[in-house]
DNA sequence: TAACAACAGTCCCGAA
DNA sequence: TTCGGGACTGTT
């Protein structure tokens, strides 16, 4: 009997069979390969006739046996055909002959992957072998707390002073590793704090053996899979040392160009930048994805700042010293990194029962679905098809409506109360039983808001019960979170509300398996009628609505107070039916909606709100938006600042003209007016060309790679004609040239004038009197 | 940086 | 000069 936590799985095929090996480590930190040469692969097919399927062959390929098997098609029941083949690669040979017998189905499921899903394992968590020698004869899941063996690794590659393009002639200088307890650079020129190798040949085989003798269960770099291996392959491969990291002594594996990926057997390897920029990417402020801005952010650390386009010339040079700690502090930001996501990146890859390589880079529609299927094969489910292109193109062309948004009276407010509904989609999808196959079921009646249709009562729909167990589980962990201010378990929480809502996503997602317009669309009409209903219950009250977006509700409390406050909050959540719930998440002191540019009608996804802290909750404002300039973003958050919590007009006002004045003088530095935008298409793609493709064109022209997400930075110059026409690269920019008119006009004006008129100020009387005392004082 | 969804504001270009 | 739409970014 073996027990070990289960890191990688792999597979090869060895005399005509598939072997499958796992790989993983024991209690006691013993690294654990185990094989198994008794899982089969196989597909199955849906049809009235199963004859000639045991025929099917082709070359080496031939069917083994066939197995009849009443099985759940989108949750109605179907005989299917279960398909033996000889070999993992004989599925997608023989299954394109079976399509003359039936519908095929589950002919596209990874052979690892399927068996991890079949034998209901779990990678990072433990499982329990019987074996002979190193064969398994029966494995179950069990359940413990693995502890991460990780290793991070960087390296730093030769670059002449005047070229800055990747290129794989040019060598690896040096190599940094870095875990709590071993740290190690190595390279081949003398160097202070380094372990000095006579080449670079030599560095690389070395660097081979110290990561093998450290045998970690998981590499980790940043932005390795595009970069640090696929360079340390290609040098490997020049100066012939293999870059046999693998536990069965195989090479690191490259597989694809535009979306690279690098896999060592039996080692997970994570790259960091590819797991934070997905998964976190969308909901993070940094300007670039670079390892320093990025530590900085998530781990408030910053390294030290070296200049790398002189590592050539430092190297030239001998002079190297400065670069060992740096490549060392990367390493160490890296793994920090590492430490940082790993709660939310272990719970994922737990969730979702792939290995952590896989886990580590799956998409969130990816990472939804596997769930799905997960859960499907334990519920009998057959896996949908993946729907074909003309499919995809007709889903492509429907689109359901979404979320009610109430349009809020401009003004400053006191005292209000934000209510929000917890998971509103996915506890909308449980407590209504919403799933493709619950829609419109003959046993049941009833009619759902805005559309005639209803959904089965009696029957435990397949997508609401897989989402019921999530979510059951994404509550524990956000009250938890709640209860003891856990940063960790708040991250947790908000990984799991993100997959959560992905679930509703997917349903309408073009390339789902699980597709359902229905769904979709009754999901979306429950949520319009809980909030409009907490809406109607709130006026009732008597409270003052100020707004309201998807599943929140924000009240004035006037004269009421906040135990009034909690009072509604059980009003509302007695009418609700488990596992819905309104939360309240705070009373604010002070809370102000402006006006949408031009009318004056109340701006949707523009507010800000005063906390009892005396912190600014700021939304969709410039403030927070990295496209508006530095200038107009901070006079904003002052003037929010003052008009919420110093209350001060005066103050207000002052503030608005010293800027204004400041940027006619051109008194700012150049950081002030600096514009960061991204493209999001390589730059001859463009229909029309805005100022910050013309930016990123300069960038071109100055021999600068920009690609499709590449983040611009640029200031907008004095001068004539088109904004895109004045634009100089931030980098180059000098003192003074900025354009002060544009930036009063166009950017910080449009940014305040909505909250001075909230204030009964008119923006003219701004930009005018500082036109008089600039003018009165010549 | 292909790939969970919809809703919404603002800036600037480019056609009329 | 006006206005619609492309582009980008944020909110839920
Ligand atoms: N990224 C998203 N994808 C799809 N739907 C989303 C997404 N974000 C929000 N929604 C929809 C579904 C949510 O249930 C609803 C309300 O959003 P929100 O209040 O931010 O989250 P939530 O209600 O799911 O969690 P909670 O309020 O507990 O943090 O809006
Ligand atoms: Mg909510």
Redesign the pocket.
């Known amino acids: 009997m073996t027990r070990f936590f289960l890191v990688d799985i792999h597979y090869t095929i060895e005399a005509g069979k598939a072997i499958l090996r796992l790989y993983g480590r024991d209690g006691k930190g013993k690294p654990v390969t185990l094989k198994d040469e008794n899982f089969e692969p196989y597909f199955y097919v849906v049809c009235d006739d199963p004859a000639g399927l045991e025929d099917l062959k082709e070359d080496d390929f031939h069917v083994t046996k066939v197995e009849k098997e009443e099985k759940l098609l989108l949750e109605k029941p179907v005989t299917a055909y279960k398909v033996y083949v000889n070999l993992p690669t004989a599925v997608p040979v023989l299954r394109e002959l079976a399509k003359d017998i039936g519908q095929t189905l589950e002919d596209d499921v990874l052979f690892a992957r399927r068996y991890l899903i079949d034998k209901g394992l779990t990678p990072l968590d433990l499982v329990e072998a019987e074996v002979e020698g190193d064969s398994i004869k029966t494995i179950k899941a069990e359940t413990g707390t693995y502890t991460p063996k990780g290793l991070a690794f960087d390296i730093e590659t030769y670059t002449p002073p005047d070229r800055k393009e990747i290129d794989y002639d040019n060598p690896i200088i040096m190599i940094a590793v870095y875990a709590p307890d071993y740290q190690k650079v190595l390279t081949w020129k003398k160097a202070k704090g380094a372990e000095v190798l006579d080449s670079e040949k030599a560095m690389l085989e070395r660097f081979v053996d110290v990561v093998k003798a450290y045998d970690p269960d998981i590499l980790t770099g940043y932005a390795s899979?595009?970069f640090d291996l696929p360079y340390l392959l290609a040098r490997c491969k020049k100066l012939k040392v293999p870059l046999a990291l693998g536990k069965d002594g195989s090479s690191v594996i490259t597989k694809g160009r535009?979306?690279q990926e690098a896999r060592i057997t039996g080692i997970a390897h994570v790259d960091l930048?590819?797991f934070i920029?997905?998964v976190l990417?969308?909901?993070m402020?940094t300007q670039s994805?670079s390892l320093n801005n990025v530590s900085q952010e998530l781990l408030g650390e910053k390294k030290q700042e070296v200049d790398l386009d002189n590592i050539g010339s430092a190297w030239d040079a001998g002079k190297i010293d400065e670069f060992v700690e740096y490549n060392l502090q990367d390493t160490k930001l890296t793994y920090n990194l590492m430490l940082k996501v790993w709660p939310s990146l272990l719970e994922m890859t737990k969730i979702v029962g792939l290995p952590l390589f896989d886990a580590s880079?799956l998409?969130?529609?990816?990472?939804?679905e596997w769930y799905m299927m997960k859960k499907a094969f334990s519920m009998n489910e057959l896996f949908p098809a993946k729907p074909g292109y003309r499919e995809?193109t007709r889903r492509?062309g429907?689109?359901?409506?979404?979320?009610?948004?109430y349009?809020p009276e401009p003004g400053v407010y006191d005292n209000i109360a934000v209510y929000?509904?917890r998971s509103?989609y996915p506890s909308i999808i449980v407590s209504h039983n919403i799933s493709p196959g619950t829609v419109n079921c003959e046993c049941c009646k009833g009619k759902i808001p805005e559309h005639d249709m209803h959904f089965c009562k009696k029957k435990q729909g397949f997508v609401s019960g897989v989402i019921k167990e999530l979510l059951d589980y994404r509550t524990t962990i956000k009250k938890q979170s709640q209860k003891n201010k856990d940063v960790v378990l708040e991250a947790r929480a908000y990984a799991l509300k993100?997959l959560l809502?992905?679930?509703?996503?997917?349903?309408?997602?073009?390339?789902?398996r699980w597709y359902s317009t229905q769904c979709?669309e009754a999901i979306?009409a429950y949520a319009r009628h809980y909030v409009k209903d907490v809406i109607a219950k709130a006026e009732k009250q008597g409270f003052a609505v100020r707004?309201g977006?998807?599943?929140?509700c924000m009240l004035e409390l006037g004269k009421k107070t906040e135990k009034d406050a909690k009072k509604f909050l059980q009003l509302v959540n007695k009418g609700l039916a488990d596992p819905m719930e309104l939360e309240l998440e705070d009373v604010f002191p002070a809370g102000i909606w402006?006006?949408?540019?031009?009318?004056a009608?109340?701006?949707?996804?523009?507010?800000a709100l005063l906390d009892k802290e005396g912190n600014l909750k700021?939304?969709?404002?410039?403030s927070?938006?990295?496209?508006?300039a530095v200038i107009?973003r901070k006079t904003q958050q002052e003037l929010l600042m003052i008009v919420l919590k110093d209350r001060d007009k005066e103050k207000a006002v002052k503030l608005v003209k010293d800027t204004v004045d400041k940027l006619r003088k051109n008194e700012l530095p150049i950081e002030d007016v600096v514009?960061?935008?991204?493209?999001?298409?390589t730059t001859d793609?463009?229909?029309?060309?805005?100022?910050?493709?013309?930016a990123?064109k300069l960038m071109e022209n100055k021999g600068r790679t920009v690609?499709?997400?590449t983040?611009?930075a640029y200031i907008?110059k004095k001068g004539e004609?088109?904004?895109?026409?004045?634009v100089q690269l931030a980098e180059d920019a000098r003192q003074g040239e900025y354009d002060g008119e544009?930036y009063i006009?166009?950017?910080l004006?449009?940014?305040v004038e909505?909250i001075l008129s909230v204030l009964g100020v008119s923006p003219e009387s701004i930009t005018e009197a500082t036109q008089q005392t600039t003018l009165a004082g010549f």
């Open positions: 899979d595009g535009s979306r930048y590819k920029r997905r990417g969308r909901t402020k994805f880079r998409s969130f529609s990816q990472f939804v995809q492509m429907q689109r359901a409506q979404g979320g009610y948004v349009e929000d509904y509103l993100v809502n992905s679930f509703y996503g997917y349903l309408g997602f073009a390339m789902a979709v979306t707004y977006d998807t599943d929140s402006v006006a949408t540019k031009g009318t009608q109340g701006a949707k996804k523009r507010y700021i939304r969709g404002f410039e927070v938006r990295r496209n508006a107009a514009i960061t935008t991204q493209v999001q298409k793609k463009y229909e029309s060309v805005g100022p910050h493709v013309a990123a690609k499709k997400g983040i611009v907008v004609g088109k904004i895109r026409d004045r544009y006009t166009n950017s004006v449009p940014a909505n």
